[in-house]
């Protein structure tokens, strides 16, 4: 007898690896275009799917959760945040929400790293020298960057990204500081040596380098709103692979702009994908297209943890990486 497969939607190109396993297990949709969903799309697919295998770039709001027929049963979502999706609004529906927590926690801290040492170095500005022909020689004070080692490092979000962070940025002389919801455990403290700062005013305003790598929530919203921004150093250099929501975008570009930051790192923005026309024009500014968990292991292990979590539900279990509202 058939084992009956659940009619799956997924709304993004996922790595074929991926693609393929689900088309064996689940009765699945793919979207073989890979353009992202409108609201008038997610809603019909909602209305047909058992489970929607959602991204980033699909705003699950309440009004798409409204329009959900009564099949649905699952958003497996294909990534760690869930700030696209109305969780509470699922929930309230019977509709469970899983994430892909962990596996990409190597590869964002990896870009996260690298992003420190490319904006204090100066690597883009260097090579686009390099491809625009201008480069006629050595000299001893050109293209002076600044060294990393013995300078401190402040992290906003000690979780998993935070720590991988920590650990390779103690491999470069760099002193950890962080700031959190609450203290680490004593062993991860005395591991990482990291000082802890309740206040996260103290904390900017005497750091060398600042990383954001906490969730996107309601709470985190501007976290580092103008006033905050204004707290940091004129010679510090802000990171951030989180969310650009985080960071009030605006006053961070004119600030840049006017030197009283001394350069930034941003893989994500706030208003994704356009990007403030300011930042565009800074050389003090690395710009990535949201590319710090694009590796191909790291996705096709996403896709591993989504086929896990639905063939869970599928079993008549609780999914391993399902989300709570008061979690969030």
């Known amino acids: ?53 959602s991204t980033i770039t699909d705003r699950i709001d309440s009004k798409v959760i409204a329009a959900a027929g009564e099949q649905l049963k699952l958003i497996a979502n294909f990534g760690a945040g869930v700030d696209h999706i109305d969780v509470t609004a699922a929930t309230d529906r019977g509709i469970t929400v899983t994430n892909t927590p962990g596996v990409l926690t190597d ?37 002076l960057g600044r060294r990393i080692g013995g300078k401190r490092l402040g992290i906003i979000g000690m979780g998993r990204i935070g720590q991988a962070l920590a650990r390779r940025a103690r491999a470069f002389g760099l002193s950890i500081h962080y700031h959190n919801r609450k203290p680490v455990s004593p062993r991860i403290a005395e591991e990482l040596e990291a000082t802890y700062w309740e206040s996260l ?18 709470g985190t919203y501007h976290l580092l709103s103008a006033r905050r921004l204004k707290l940091i150093r004129p010679h510090a250099i802000l990171i951030n692979t989180a969310r650009g929501e985080i960071i009030d975008e605006a006053a961070l570009a004119t600030m840049l702009e006017a030197g009283e930051i001394a350069g930034a790192g941003l893989d994500v923005f706030e208003h994704e994908p356009a990007v403030n026309p300011k930042l565009l024009k800074l050389p003090n500014v690395v710009l990535l297209p949201h590319m710090s968990s694009a590796t191909i292991e790291g996705r096709i292990d996403m896709g591993d943890k989504v086929i896990v979590n639905i063939r869970t539900w599928m079993d008549g279990h609780k999914p391993p990486d399902r989300v709570i509202p008061s979690m969030l």
């Open 1 to 53: 007898m058939a084992i009956r497969k659940p009619k799956v939607v997924v709304t993004r190109r996922l790595p074929d690896p991926v693609e393929t396993r689900m088309r064996e297990l689940f009765d699945t949709e793919l979207n073989l275009d890979d353009a992202p969903m409108s609201a008038e799309a997610l809603a019909s697919a909602v209305g047909r799917a058992e489970v929607l295998v």
């Open 107 to 143: 590869d964002t801290a990896d870009l996260t790293m690298g992003l420190i040492m490319a904006v204090s170095r100066r690597v883009v500005e260097g090579a686009a020298v390099i491809h625009d022909g201008g480069f006629h020689g050595w000299s001893p004070t050109w293209m």
């Open 201 to 218: 005013d103290q904390m900017l305003a005497r750091m060398d380098f600042i990383s954001v790598n906490c969730p996107h929530t309601p």
